[in-house]
């Protein structure tokens, strides 16, 4: 099992859609948890940080399950700009090491 | 956001070649730095994590005498690729963390193209 496993996508959604992803991992002891976005041939740049009592930035909305070891994004009123590949990013014990996700791509249509 | 560098951007070298590439933190120090590697439609991979002044911990699979890291100082972090072959051929990655900070920063990436 993948330490940190996403459904790769992609999810093509029409403007003004809202959709979500879900991210899994592995490891309980994990520390802390991030959504980065990327977009084609650029580097991942940070989305949002994931708390247990979850969080909103916009129309962007993050949370965690520590019981059930999932994150997950939700975004409404999807925008074409919003069309990237979003990574679940895990911080390991310690918050030392960190595992992302192989990315779910995500294709926002007028 | 803290402003991570590289350089080159891009670099075409020929098989057998060693390739240097810098990262560096612009406005703060970063205590730890990571390098990574993808290829094309695949996740990042981490291949190393060096903190300023030691030896770099590599991930399994990553040979440390090919892929040189150096970490001299909290600012500065090079990976030499040795004996470059097309295999080699990937868009890699730095990203640094600061001591105070719980979020990495990315450096733009270099992509790497060996002939």
């Known amino acids: 099992r993948k330490e940190v496993e996403q459904d790769p996508g992609p999810f093509n959604v029409p403007e003004g859609a809202t959709v979500a992803f879900n991210c899994t991992y592995s490891?309980?002891?994990?520390?802390?948890f991030f959504w980065y976005r990327q977009d084609c041939r650029k580097e991942p740049k940070l989305l949002m940080s994931?708390?247990?009592s979850g969080n909103e930035d916009g129309r962007f909305t993050a949370q965690l399950n520590r019981a059930s070891q999932y994150i997950s994004l939700l975004i409404r009123d999807s925008k074409l700009s919003d069309s990237a590949t979003y990574l679940c990013v895990v911080n390991g014990a310690g918050g030392f090491k960190t595992i992302f996700g192989a990315g779910t791509r995500l294709f926002v249509k007028a | 956001g803290a402003v991570v560098s590289q350089h080159p951007s891009r670099v075409i070298c020929k098989s057998g070649t060693s390739v240097k590439i810098e990262c560096r933190s612009l406005d703060f120090q970063a205590t730890t730095m990571f390098w990574y590697r993808q290829f094309p439609k695949q996740s990042l991979m981490l291949m190393a994590t060096?903190?300023?002044?030691?030896?770099?911990?590599?991930e399994q699979g990553v040979e440390k005498d090919k892929f040189l890291i150096n970490h001299a100082s909290l600012t500065l972090s090079t990976l030499t690729v040795t004996s470059a072959h097309p295999e080699d051929s990937s868009f890699y990655i730095c990203?640094?963390?600061?001591?105070?900070?719980?979020?990495?920063?990315f450096g733009p990436g270099t992509r790497l193209t060996v002939t």
């Open positions: 990203s640094a963390r600061g001591a105070v900070e719980h979020e990495q920063y």
């Open positions: 994931v708390y247990s």
């Open positions: 490891n309980s002891a994990s520390q802390s």
């Open positions: 060096s903190n300023e002044g030691s030896k770099a911990t590599y």
